[in-house]
């Protein structure tokens, strides 16, 4: 049984703060280096991904008589190191 070690940070951020942030992401995943940084709350995670990355995109648009409309993007990515 292996173990799994969870680190999550929610915030609320500026679009501009998020495009920063997710460029800062993307710079990591495009450095010609085996090991990438991510950033997350107040914590920087090292990564090792391979050259192929399993990329999953889900949109959801809801609509709530009582709660009024919601939008969210989920984009998860994994690998094997």
């Not at 799994?4 to 990591?28: I, P």
């Not at 991510?38 to 914590?43: T, W």
């Not at 648009?61 to 984009?75: A, V, Y």
Request: aromatic share 4%; glycine share 4%.
């Amino acid at each position: 049984m292996g173990m799994a070690q969870r680190t999550t940070a929610d915030e609320r951020l500026t679009r501009s703060d998020l495009a920063a942030y997710l460029a800062g992401l993307s710079e990591e995943f495009e450095r010609d280096s085996e090991e990438i940084h991510v950033d997350v709350g107040n914590k920087t995670i090292s990564l090792t991904p391979p050259e192929e990355v399993d990329c999953s995109v889900d949109v959801v648009e809801r609509t709530s008589m009582l709660r009024g409309s919601r939008e969210t993007i989920k984009i998860e990515l994994s690998w094997k190191p």
